[in-house]
C-alpha cells in the first residue's frame, strides 16, 4: 500500500511545474526562518534537496549567514550519521547523488532543530519517505537529542491519511508555502 502512495505522490511532486517549485520553495524557506521556530534555534540539521524536493540550498546559506551549528546527513551503510560542518566546508556527492558533507565526524550534540525531507505527509503529522528507512531508524537512534522534527513539502504533497507502521515516526510541525502547522510540543 506504501509502495503505491509513494509512486502516486512523487508523480504528484515532480510535475509541479519548476517555476512552481521555485517560486513555493522561497516561501517554505521565508515561512520557516521568519518563524520563532528557526528564530530561536542554536543548532540545525537539515537535507540537501535532489530532484523535485523543496530547495534547501538558500536555508543552508540563511543558516550560515546566522552563525547557526549546522548539521548535514551523511549516509553510512544504512545509517544517516548527522555530521557538523563548519567554516569553508565542503560537499561531495553521496548516497543517491546526494550532497553531503566531505567530513566524517559524527555530531553528538543536541540538534534543536531537525529539519526533514519527505514524499508526503497527512494532518496527523505522519511522514512518507522514500522507502528506504534510513530517517525512521535516524530518528528513533538520535531521538534523545532531537529536540524538534520538523517537515519541509509542497502542499501538494498532503495526503488525506498515510498508512502507519510501528516504527514510523511522526513529525513536530510541516512547513509548507502556506506556513506552519504544529502537531505536537
Known amino acids: 500500500m506504501k509502495k503505491q502512495i509513494r509512486t502516486y505522490a512523487l508523480k504528484r511532486r515532480n510535475i509541479i511545474p519548476p517555476l512552481e517549485q521555485i517560486e513555493s520553495s522561497s ?7 521568519k518563524s520563532d521556530l528557526w528564530k530561536n534555534t542554536k543548532s540545525v540539521m537539515l537535507y540537501m ?25 551523511k549516509v553510512k551503510g544504512r545509517h544517516i550519521i548527522p555530521t557538523e560542518v563548519e567554516g569553508k566546508f565542503r560537499l561531495i556527492s553521496g548516497f543517491g547523488g546526494i550532497l553531503e558533507p566531505e567530513a566524517e565526524e ?8 531537525c529539519i526533514l525531507p519527505l514524499v508526503a505527509f497527512d494532518s496527523q503529522g505522519y511522514r512518507l519517505g522514500y522507502g528506504g528507512g534510513y530517517y525512521d531508524r535516524f530518528l528513533k537512534e538520535y531521538e534523545s537529542k532531537i529536540k524538534f522534527k520538523i517537515g519541509l513539502a509542497y502542499e501538494k504533497q498532503r495526503l488525506e491519511e498515510i498508512p502507519t507502521e ?3 515516526v ?11 502547522t504544529l502537531f505536537r510540543k
Open 27 to 33: 516561501k517554505i524557506i521565508s515561512n520557516l526562518t
Open 166 to 168: 510501528e516504527h514510523d
Open 49 to 73: 534537496s535532489v530532484g523535485s524536493e523543496v530547495f534547501t540550498l538558500p536555508l543552508l546559506s540563511k543558516a550560515i549567514e546566522e552563525n547557526k551549528k549546522i548539521i548535514l546527513p
Open 170 to 180: 511522526t513529525l513536530d510541525a510541516i512547513c509548507t508555502e502556506n506556513g506552519i
Open 106 to 113: 559524527i555530531y553528538t550534540g543536541i540538534i534543536e532543530l
